[in-house]
Nanobody
Framework: VQLQASGGGLVQAGGSLRLSCAAS????????MGWFRQAPGKEREFVAA???????YYSDSVKGRFTISRDNAKNTVYLQMNSLKPEDTAVYYC???????????????WGQGTLVTVSS
């Protein structure tokens, strides 16, 4: 499985961005997909995840502002980010096929990351 994340960029606080993660592989629809982020000097943290049954999980810090979704026909998962804050600044990574659970950063496959910068 290969993952390609895109959609990052520079946005002002209060703005919105939509990240995309395109996956290769015919079994995409059966995998849980997750988004994680890592800010400079900090550990990678969970952001959101969506299972193959479209159950969703969110970290408390993004709940109500971010929405994860998937389009199995396009092998793509999205992260709609609204009301962005400077503390959302990080490299965002998509991942698939978790080893332990949807919120734990031990997925088998990772994308290359896309940088999101939120200015105040």
């Amino acid at each position: 499985v290969q993952l390609q994340a895109s959609g990052g960029g520079l946005v002002q606080a209060g703005g919105s961005l939509r990240l995309s993660c395109a996956a290769s592989g015919r079994t995409f629809g059966y995998y849980t997909m997750g988004w994680f982020r890592q800010a400079p000097g900090k550990e990678r943290e969970f952001v959101a995840a969506i299972t193959y049954t479209t159950s969703t999980y969110y970290s408390d810090s993004v709940k109500g502002r971010f929405t994860i979704s998937r389009d199995n026909a396009k092998n793509t998962v999205y992260l709609q980010m609204n009301s962005l804050k400077p503390e959302d600044t990080a490299v965002y990574y998509c991942a698939t096929n978790p080893k332990i659970g949807p919120t734990h950063p031990t997925y088998n496959y990772w994308g290359q990351g896309t940088l999101v910068t939120v200015s105040s």
